[in-house]
């Protein structure tokens, strides 16, 4: 079974830098009838369809496969919903974690996300300097959330 563990923070970007060689992502969702969420992603050339359950806390069961590309391009057109979220991940190693940093575009422009995935709820990390604020229990901040409630549209 596949458990994701994964805390979410706003950064400041000018703390943070430039950042290079990051990857283009692009994924879409499939509406379901319950919690479980159904997403769709391109990441540059490689193609994945990955399920998740509702969270509990900052888990939840995740499993993901990777598809063949056109499949996932298919399905992006013709299964998700009419609107995708489009960002550019970037790796980050601080301390003895990975921190990958999203760049959000389009509708979402403006909006720079770090998330850690970690093996238990209660392992410890270090915070880099550049997070701002944990957003980990903010629904506003799900992926699958920000394709109905873009970020540019939030009241300020």
Not at 14 to 36: A, C, E, M, P, R
Not at 100 to 108: L, Y
Request: proline share 3%; with cysteine; hydrophobic share 35%.
């Amino acid at each position: 079974m596949g458990v994701e563990i994964e805390r979410k923070f706003l950064i400041d970007k000018k703390i943070l830098g430039s950042l290079k060689n990051g990857y283009q992502i692009k994924q879409g969702y499939i509406k379901t009838v319950d919690f479980t969420t159904v997403r769709v992603r391109i990441r540059d050339q490689e193609a994945f369809l990955t399920l998740k359950s509702k969270n509990k806390s900052t888990t939840r069961l995740e499993f993901e496969y990777p598809i063949p590309l056109k499949d996932a391009q298919e399905m992006l057109e013709n299964l998700c919903q009419t609107s995708h979220v489009e960002k550019t991940r970037y790796l980050i190693t601080h301390k003895s974690h990975t921190w990958e940093v999203d760049v959000f575009e389009g509708e979402n422009k403006g909006l720079i996300v770090a998330e850690i995935e970690l093996t238990s709820e209660d392992e410890s990390f270090v915070l880099p300097k550049w997070v701002k604020e944990e957003v980990s229990d903010d629904a506003r901040y799900y992926n699958s959330n920000l394709i109905e409630h873009p970020y540019t549209k939030w009241d300020a």
